[in-house]
Structure formats: structure tokens, C-alpha cells
């Protein structure tokens, strides 16, 4: 994996936030979900960050379950940090941050 995933990565969670603009929950967690596939394996502040945004939509979905597990991973990819705290640009996830 290189840097042609991580733009990947990139591109398909610039089309979740494009989703979310539109309210279509649905497309941005696929989005969402395709970009943590093309992440490289280091990328764990990514991940957390993906993982985050795809919480907050399932929330607004009324996915509880599935929210509590996003957020748990996003959580369990900060510890593999040690970071406390997760810092996510106003245009990633527009409507929650």
C-alpha cells in the first residue's frame, strides 16, 4: 500500500463529507467505510477520524449500536496514539464537529 491509497482514502472521504452536505447519511458511511479500506495500515489518526465521523452519522441515524462500536474504535486507534484527544478540520465533518 502507498500513497496512491491514501489519496484514495482521501478522495472517497471528501465524497462522504460531499454526502453528508446533501443529508444523505447513507452514502457517507459507504463512503466512509470504502476509506478506511484504502488507508494504509499506520494511518491510525485517520482511521480514528473515520471511524468518528461514521459514529456521528450513524447516531443521527439512530444506529446506536453501531455508533457506540465506531466510536469504541476510534477510541481504541487514539490509545494506539496515545493521543487524547482527536482534531478533525471543520470541512470533514461539517454538521457535528
Not at 463529507?17 to 491510525?44: I, M, Q
Not at 441515524?61 to 466510536?71: E, G, I, K, P, V
Request: a negative charge.
Amino acid at each position: 500500500m502507498g500513497n496512491s491509497d491514501y489519496e484514495n482514502a482521501k478522495q472517497m472521504n471528501l465524497a462522504a463529507v460531499e454526502c453528508l452536505k446533501k443529508g444523505d447519511l447513507g452514502c457517507a458511511l459507504e463512503n466512509f467505510s470504502k476509506a478506511l479500506e484504502c488507508l494504509p495500515e499506520g494511518e491510525l489518526e485517520a482511521k480514528a477520524r473515520l471511524h468518528s465521523n461514521m459514529g456521528h452519522a450513524q447516531v443521527r441515524l439512530q444506529r446506536y449500536d453501531n455508533a457506540l462500536s465506531s466510536f469504541t474504535n476510534a477510541a481504541d486507534f487514539l490509545a494506539a496514539l496515545d493521543t487524547l484527544t482527536v482534531r478533525l478540520p471543520n470541512d470533514t465533518c461539517p454538521n457535528y464537529c
